[in-house]
T-cell receptor
Framework: DVKVTQSSRYLVKRTGEKVFLECVQD?????MFWYRQDPGLGLRLIYF???????EKGDIPEGYSVSREKKERFSLILESASTNQTSMYLC???????????FGDGTRLSIL | AQTVTQSQPEMSVQEAETVTLSCTYD???????LFWYKQPPSRQMILVIR??????QNATENRFSVNFQKAAKSFSLKISDSQLGDAAMYFC????????????FGTGTSLTVIP
């Protein structure tokens, strides 16, 4: 089975801090994704990557950056955390074509 | 960008009964893939079922089946013999064959199963 591991289930940070969310997958997937999930808004794509060192902006990239130095690892960075970034963050990975995305458990991030 | 619409924020079903969750999408592509995901409370999102647009036959996975109407751009999920463990948030998702690797998700339907 595909395993997508997010480094933390719960995280509390302060406004202005630089925050790192880590995601690792073990199935050699080319594609990796970061979403935020908010009630009533579903999943909104922040960034995705289709190869090492490659990244594409999603629908809501403002205030975020990403890093993919190795194929199995995709990091989401909040450059200067703000309270409106309090949310559930989901990482996913996939192959191409008809293959589905596989999700991690999610990180519930609170910015105080 | 493609849009995926789930018009039912909440649904409920009696245990052992059947429920249908609706999903519509907007696309100009002829080839694409559709998915239903399930997210139980505080648990991981998992794939329930998928459908390729070029296949006319509706996908089925045990108690889960879809009604795929390509012309109407509709992709509903039917859950038969509902069980307590089916209670979850359900998301419909679209992936185009020509729109790169991006998935588009609906806003979700929260399903409650009544004992």
């Amino acid at each position: 089975d595909v395993k997508v591991t997010q480094s933390s289930r719960y995280l509390v940070k302060r406004t202005g801090e630089k925050v790192f969310l880590e995601c690792v997958q073990d199935m050699d997937h080319e594609n990796m994704f970061w979403y935020r999930q908010d009630p009533g808004l579903g999943l909104r794509l922040i960034y995705f990557s289709y190869d090492v060192k490659m990244k594409e902006k999603g629908d809501i990239p403002e205030g975020y950056s990403v890093s993919r130095e190795k194929k199995e690892r995709f990091s989401l960075i909040l450059e200067s955390a703000s309270t409106n970034q309090t949310s559930m963050y989901l990482c996913a990975s996939s192959l191409g074509g008809r293959q589905p995305q596989h999700f991690g458990d999610g990180t519930r991030l609170s910015i105080l | 960008a493609q849009t995926v619409t789930q018009s039912q924020p909440e649904m409920s079903v009696q245990e052992a009964e059947t429920v249908t969750l609706s999903c519509t999408y907007d696309t100009s592509e002829s080839d694409y893939y559709l998915f239903w995901y399930k997210q139980p409370p505080s648990r991981q999102m998992i794939l329930v079922i998928r459908q390729e647009a070029y296949k006319q036959q509706n996908a089925t996975e045990n108690r889960f089946s879809v009604n795929f109407q390509k012309a109407a751009k509709s992709f509903s999920l039917k859950i038969s013999d509902s069980q307590l463990g089916d209670a979850a948030m359900y998301f419909c998702a679209y992936r185009g064959s020509n729109t790169g690797n991006q998935f588009y998700f609906g806003t979700g339907t929260s399903l409650t199963v009544i004992p």
